[in-house]
């Protein structure tokens, strides 16, 4: 059975740096996605960025790679999100997803397995 976990959220202040970091777990191949979403207060959820646990390519929303930086550990079957310079409209509860397959997508309808989410909060 699939399970994502994860965890480095927190509070911050606009400017600071937070590295989120997803557990993954449960998979018998390569052949998956793990992307990292999020969800403002009042907002839907968005993609952020996404990379192949196969061959580490990566997809980024737009804007979201100038402060945002995702990479994988394998061996240790972690997935991380980098987060520079926030900013109050990152708040949010960040999520991240497995999408089965090989195709590196960045839409939240194709995900199949999902983590509890990880509360960011940037404020002064």
Same mark, same amino acid.
């Given at each position: 059975q699939v399970h994502l976990v994860e965890s480095g959220g927190g509070f911050v202040q606009? #400017? #600071? =740096? /937070?590295? /989120?970091s997803c557990?993954? =777990?449960?998979?018998? =191949?390569?052949?998956y996605? *793990? #992307?990292?979403f999020r969800q403002g207060p009042g907002k839907e959820r968005e #993609?952020?960025?996404? *990379? =192949?646990a196969k061959d580490g390519r990566?997809?980024?929303a737009a804007n979201m790679q100038e402060r945002f930086a995702i990479s994988r550990d394998n061996a240790n079957n972690t997935v991380y999100l980098q987060m520079d310079n /926030?900013?109050?409209e990152d708040t949010g509860v960040y999520y991240c997803g497995a999408d089965v397959? &090989? &195709? &590196?997508? /960045?839409d939240a309808y194709w995900y199949d397995?999902?983590?509890?989410?990880a509360q960011v909060i940037v404020s002064s």
């Open positions: 606009p #400017g #600071g =740096s /937070l590295k /989120l557990a993954v =777990s449960g998979f018998t =191949s390569d052949y996605t *793990i #992307g990292w #993609g952020v960025a996404c *990379i =192949s990566t997809r980024y /926030l900013k109050a397959g &090989v &195709v &590196v997508e /960045l397995h999902w983590g509890q989410g």
